[in-house]
């Protein structure tokens, strides 16, 4: 059973069109929701937690559709909002014993897994620090750790890493895939970035303008091959000017290392590397990265 499916759904405010033809569907694990700023990533996160009305299509997520089964669903979901706003004056602790026991879990329970999450994500020493003192890296721990309290079979994520330095964003990542692999719980990670979604996640689904241009596992998007990868160790320009003229695409990236792409080019890379009496250090498939997969379909 998918975790999340949804069938043409479409979404406006007033005039402007949000969303248009939204239909994908993914099973368990951590999928990355892929899209550039303002590709309507937080309005589809929005209908899949039952707190906007589609206008029109279905959704399910977790077995139920959230338009009728709404807060029931929310009680099974963490949710991390993109959004810094979290009170001040509220100890990081409070915080996320708050959040846990509105989501049914009793007040010592509550208070017992709020210490144990925070100390999970790596804000054990900081929890009764208020909130409004701490960095943005501590701020999105706190968003973390309050989504998972309640040990939800879901958690959304909205931009998690938003306002991070390279490493915070790093340990913050690890720590995502941590809690999506250990615990068991299927993530959703919304995201703009695309080496973010690669990295941690086992699918994704790309949106742009409005419609899911793709949906699926990441390995499966970019398993075709593109070609091959090719090392060589002298005439570097020959080689390059002799397949081009062949017909195939050669791109260098560093001396000697070429991708080439087009019919049968293994073969035709042999072929000129044996007239060429050249020594071939490397030579393998190349695949296509989520890069090129999301750049294929938002050109």
């Known amino acids: 059973m998918s975790v999340i499916s949804a069938d043409q759904v479409a979404k406006s405010w007033g005039s402007t069109s949000v969303l248009t033809d939204v239909t994908f569907a993914v099973g368990d ?8 700023n303002g590709a309507g ?30 807060p029931e669903l929310r009680q099974r979901i963490g949710f991390a909002p993109e959004h810094h706003h979290l009170p001040p004056d509220v100890h990081a602790a409070d915080l996320v014993r708050h959040i846990a026991h509105l989501h049914g879990i009793p007040a010592r329970v509550a208070t017992e897994r709020a210490s144990d999450v925070l100390w999970e994500v790596g804000l054990g020493e900081e929890r009764f620090r208020p909130i409004g003192t701490m960095s943005t890296g501590q701020r999105q ?44 719980i299927d993530i959703l990670l919304s995201s703009h970035h695309l080496q973010e979604v690669e990295r941690v996640c086992d699918n994704v689904v790309i949106l742009a303008d409005g419609v899911v241009r793709r949906a699926g596992n990441i390995t499966e998007l970019r398993g075709a091959t593109a070609g091959v990868v090719v090392e ?6 020959e080689f390059a000017r002799r397949l081009t003229e062949a017909g195939y695409a050669v791109q260098q990236s560093v001396e000697g290392r070429f991708a080439i792409e087009g019919d049968q080019v293994a073969l035709a890379v042999r072929n000129v590397v044996a007239t060429m009496q050249i020594g071939l250090l490397r030579l393998q498939p190349r695949t296509a990265s989520l890069e090129d997969v999301f750049l294929e379909e938002v050109r």
């Open 232 to 237: 060589i160790d002298e005439h570097h320009e």
């Open 141 to 184: 721990r706190v968003k973390l750790a309050q989504a998972i309290a309640h040990d939800p079979r879901l958690v959304v994520l909205d931009e998690p890493t938003d306002g991070l330095d390279p490493v915070q964003r790093d340990d913050m990542l690890a720590l995502i895939r941590r809690i999506g692999t250990d615990f068991g």
């Open 41 to 70: 990533k937080t309005t589809l996160i929005k209908l899949l937690l039952g707190l906007h009305l589609a206008d029109s299509g279905t959704m399910n997520v977790l077995g139920v559709d959230p338009v009728t089964a709404g």
């Open 29 to 36: 694990g951590l999928t990355g929701l892929l899209g550039s």
